[in-house]
T-cell receptor, first 118, second 112 residues
């Protein structure tokens, strides 16, 4: 089954304790992205990756790191989490830059990770 | 900059039609999208419309696009309790490459 998986689905942690949220897709997608969802703000992009070893900042990258060593995986790293990073996080992927800008482009989303930082 | 706006809440009675509205600022998007988020789940693509179309119909869903006013709407006919969800409007501006700009989402509540 074509899917994007995230782990863990739920996480409660304390300020300053490093954590990693994993994301994996089995659709051979080039493009992957991380979003956070907060009430009334919709989805805000944290980081994205156009391909292996190519990552770039989104709209709200502060306090986050990512890596893209393999095509299928795109982990989100919080080196020193703070309470304002309490949120619902989504990973997404899509076919990437091989298409033209006029192509229809669907992003496939993971189920989400609810993070609480105390 | 690019911005997508939606009202945050909508309540309808079961069997009525729902209309969710969206305005966007960047007219370079070739496609505009509607995503649905059910409780406890990720977003799923519901439908999309090509920017040179005015209307697209897909079973109970009708998408209307007014490119001059940069206004997109999603109409759900015969709304059911299973349609209760958050609906996100999204655009994919040319300047953003593969990146999407999402609206804040409209929470649709369907009352029995």
């Amino acid at each position: 089954e074509a899917q994007v998986t995230q782990n863990p689905r739920y996480l409660i942690t304390v300020t300053g304790k490093k954590l990693t949220v994993t994301c994996s897709q089995n659709m051979n997608h080039e493009y992957m992205s991380w979003y956070r969802q907060d009430p009334g703000l919709g989805l805000r992009q944290i980081y994205y990756s156009m391909n292996v070893e190519v990552t770039d900042k989104g709209d709200v990258p502060e306090g986050y790191k990512v890596s893209r060593k393999e095509k299928r995986n795109f982990p989100l790293i919080l080196e020193s989490p703070s309470p304002n990073q309490t949120s619902l996080y989504f990973c997404a992927s899509s076919f990437g830059t091989s298409g033209s800008f006029s192509s229809y482009n669907e992003q496939f989303f993971g189920p989400g990770t609810r993070l609480t930082v105390l | 900059g690019e911005d997508v706006e939606q009202s945050l809440f909508l309540s309808v009675r079961e069997g009525d039609s729902s209309v969710i509205n969206c305005t966007y600022t960047d007219s370079s998007s070739t496609y505009l999208y509607w995503y649905k988020q059910e409780p406890g789940a990720g977003l799923q693509l519901l439908t999309y419309i090509f920017s040179n179309m005015d209307m697209k119909q897909d079973q109970r869903l009708t998408v209307l696009l007014n490119k001059k006013d940069k206004h997109l709407s999603l109409r759900i006919a015969d709304t059911q309790t299973g349609d209760s969800a958050i609906y996100f409007c999204a655009e994919n501006p040319y300047s953003h490459g593969q990146n999407f700009v999402f609206g804040p989402g409209t929470r649709l509540s369907v009352l029995p």
